[in-house]
């Protein structure tokens, strides 16, 4: 029977994944709060959760969700363009706009709807769209469904990308620079300055996929307002799925390109709206980012505090990297760890490249002292000193 023979297809995958120490489950898990979590029947304390400044469980958040759900209902009913565009997403997009400084904002389902809807939205077949190497799947998904010419730039080079323009700007109509604001697995910076000044040089659009740094840099703001001053982006994308707990992904720009979006982003207009809950608690959620100073510099705070201990170089972000290389070893690090009550899953291909499989640490304003600096205790006690994967440059 043709079901026999695609259940053949799927077992022979997942032996294959098995055999290599790439097989993944998932895991029921209970997060009391922002730090601890239940799983498996054994209280840990997490270290690898994005809820960056613990508002997944801040009561203002929560109690923007609970009046939602009451004024409102469960869901939104339809698409944004029927019915589902309930007049909280106008409050968010006006606040997001405000804190990122542009004059309009899109609210998308997630960050990789986000990603595959605008550059179909704004590149097409004759165009051209860069990404850096190291760019989230997302960007690649976006790119393909835009069926433009999509060529990569090495990671952080902006003389690379300034050499790559030189040779294949005219050759295109539209063309796009894709770069994350932070990179989610090892953690560093992109340099947004000089990304910008190449662009517009070449007469190209920079978009900025901040998902690990709005919320927790430059004041909340994101990487970019780590500069001084800060560089022009006309695209700028977050999530509000990390930093601001909740869900769901924004783009931040001029208002024609916002108008635009609403209109032919598909992954917006062919979808239905976020619930009203959801909105609301990012509502929530961005006011905290707006207005304490203290819970969005606690991360990197902790993550700083973190590396000082280990013996690590200093991180620019909440995202620490310790770079392991075998599949199999950082499956036992990990466990190794887990055993000391922490919970810090490894990263493993296809997500980083073969060889460079790590245990990947995040740090967010509700750790404690305490916890932090037990942490970094069990980490110095996986590793003796002619084994130590840090001496690889993790």
């Not at 932090?372 to 440059?393: H, I, Q, S, Y």
Request: include cysteine; hydrophobic fraction near 45%.
């Amino acid at each position: 029977m043709s079901n026999e023979s695609l259940d053949r297809f799927a077992n022979a995958k997942l032996d294959r994944l098995t055999a290599h120490g790439l097989r993944r489950s998932v895991v029921d898990t209970q997060r009391t709060d922002a730090v601890h979590i239940r799983r498996a029947g054994r209280d840990l304390i997490s270290f690898c959760c994005n809820d960056y400044l613990g508002l997944t469980h801040h009561a203002a958040v929560k109690a923007a969700a609970a009046e939602a759900v009451d004024a409102y209902g469960a869901g939104a009913g339809a698409s944004r363009l029927i019915t589902g565009n309930h007049d909280l997403y106008g409050v968010l997009e006006s606040k997001l706009a405000t804190l990122k400084g542009t004059e309009a904002a899109c609210v998308f389902g997630s960050g990789y709807m986000a990603n595959s809807g605008i550059l179909p939205a704004l590149a097409g077949p004759g165009d051209l769209i860069v990404i850096d190497e190291l760019g989230h799947a997302s960007m690649h998904m976006g790119a393909r469904a835009a069926r433009a010419e999509i060529r990569t730039f090495r990671h952080n080079d902006a003389d690379d990308l300034a050499s790559l323009l030189a040779e294949n700007r005219e050759k295109f109509g539209t063309c796009l620079v894709v770069t994350e604001g932070v990179f989610s697995m090892d953690g560093d910076r992109a340099p947004l300055d000089r990304l910008a000044a190449v662009t517009a040089d070449h007469d190209a659009w920079l978009m900025v996929d901040d998902a690990h740094g709005f919320g927790v840099l430059g004041g909340g703001r994101g990487s970019a307002w780590e500069f001084d001053p800060h560089p022009e982006i006309p695209l700028q994308m977050g999530t509000l799925s990390k930093a601001a707990g909740v869900y769901g992904a924004f783009l931040c720009a001029s208002a024609p390109v916002i108008e635009l979006m609403k209109n032919r982003a598909r992954s917006l207009v062919y979808t239905t709206g976020l619930p009203p809950a959801v909105i609301a608690s990012c509502i929530a959620a961005v006011d905290i980012i707006a207005t304490d100073a203290d819970r969005v510099a606690r991360p990197l705070h902790n993550a700083k505090t973190f590396c000082d201990a280990v013996g690590l170089p200093e991180p620019g972000s909440p995202i620490v990297p310790l770079v392991i290389g075998a599949e199999q070893a950082t499956l036992e690090a990990s466990a190794a760890l887990e055993d000391a009550g922490f919970l810090v899953t490894p990263i493993r291909p296809p997500t980083v490249p073969a060889g460079t499989s790590r245990l990947r640490f995040t740090f967010t304003a509700e750790h404690t002292q305490a916890q932090v600096a037990a942490l970094a205790a069990a980490v110095n006690g996986l590793f003796l000193p002619e084994t130590d994967a840090r001496a690889a440059g993790a």
